[in-house]
């Protein structure tokens, strides 16, 4: 029963509309006419004190200098004008910006928005620019330069497998990058440019593109987005070699080490291990940098063939006993 009420009065209220009937048509064009005729009245009214914000446009050599920050885009005026005008204004219908020219003043890092009075009241266009209450626009600019920086990649840190080894020259395509910015962040890029190679273990041959990462992207622009890396790596063989370190500078004439001999293992491609001779290997102990502590001495190397690549020693430290000798007692 209410749901059928309802929609008796729509029906109702929809009849008039129907073609026979013009009451609600009529009510409708007095309304529209109404309405009009008042914004219209409202329109042609002036109006003071009345706060608005207005665009502002900044003039600079844009190939010489770069903004480090947004640049402000408004200012907040108080003005008086037409109704006309101010609707303009509001809806954005050919508002030319303000203009503030920074010949002069671009160094500084603020200024006073009422220097540029006249200029914000030549852009206006029909409005009175009663006072500008924004009090200050602030903005910092750096020269924009370029600049080109080779580009390298970390070889102490390539995650190459410990049983391989680099056989070839790491070649970079291309070598060097240009990069356009404000010249203080550019002065802090690194010289080279140092690339990220993924961290997965190599155990090939490498071949692969590795993106530009630098911060301030948003300022600082380059020519090219990635480089490629390239480069092979064999794998290494591995050998043992007992060796009884040579002490110097010894606390006293006998001693003993413990233990005793240092295993010195040490990594060579296969095809080079003919050209390899052990006895240029070479340890030493100086007894000078002995830990008082626990008699403890770090084992360096001193000397190794040249086409040994990777070396550990086991141990590294070694400890040093003077011996004491027993006399034997007289009668």
């Known amino acids: 029963m209410p749901l059928t009420r309802a929609k008796n009065i729509v029906l109702w209220f929809l009849k008039p509309f129907n073609g026979r009937e013009q009451y609600w048509r009529v009510v409708l064009l007095c309304f529209m006419a109404a309405s009009t005729f008042w914004l219209l009245n409202a329109l042609n009214k002036n109006y003071t004190n009345i706060r608005i914000t207005y665009p502002v446009r900044f003039e600079y050599d844009q190939r010489e200098y770069i903004p480090l920050r947004p640049l402000p885009e408004e200012i907040v005026l108080n003005v008086s004008g037409k109704g006309w005008k101010l609707l303009r204004k509001y809806l954005m219908l050919d508002v030319q910006p303000a203009d503030i020219p920074m010949e002069g003043i671009i160094r500084q890092k603020s200024i006073s928005a009422n220097l540029f009075r006249s200029n914000v009241a030549n852009a206006l266009d029909g409005l009175q620019l009663n006072f500008i209450v924004t009090d200050s626009l602030r903005f910092k600019f750096d020269k924009q330069v370029k ?101 110097q500078n010894k606390p006293s004439d006998s001693v003993r080490l413990q233990p005793a001999t240092v295993t010195i293992k040490y990594s060579f491609l296969p095809e080079q291990g003919v050209q390899i001779d052990p006895t240029q290997f070479s340890l030493v102990a100086n007894c000078a940098q002995l830990n008082p502590k626990d008699s403890m001495v770090t084992v360096e190397l001193t000397g190794k063939p040249a086409n040994v690549h990777r070396i550990v020693l086991q141990p590294n430290k070694i400890k040093v006993i003077p011996v004491v000798k027993l006399t034997r007692a007289t009668k």
């Open 147 to 247: 600049r080109k920086i080779p580009l390298a990649i970390d070889t102490l840190h390539l995650p190459i497998n410990q049983n391989y080894t680099l056989v070839k020259p790491i070649t970079i395509t291309p070598s060097e990058v240009e990069f356009e910015g404000p010249v203080s962040v550019l002065d802090s890029l690194p010289n080279p440019f140092i690339l990220s190679v993924p961290k997965t273990p190599i155990k090939g041959p490498f071949k692969s593109y590795v993106p530009l990462d630098y911060p301030y992207k948003a300022l600082v622009k380059s020519d090219i987005v990635e480089a490629e890396i390239a480069f092979d790596v064999k794998p290494l063989a591995w050998q043992n070699l007992i060796m009884i370190p040579t002490l």
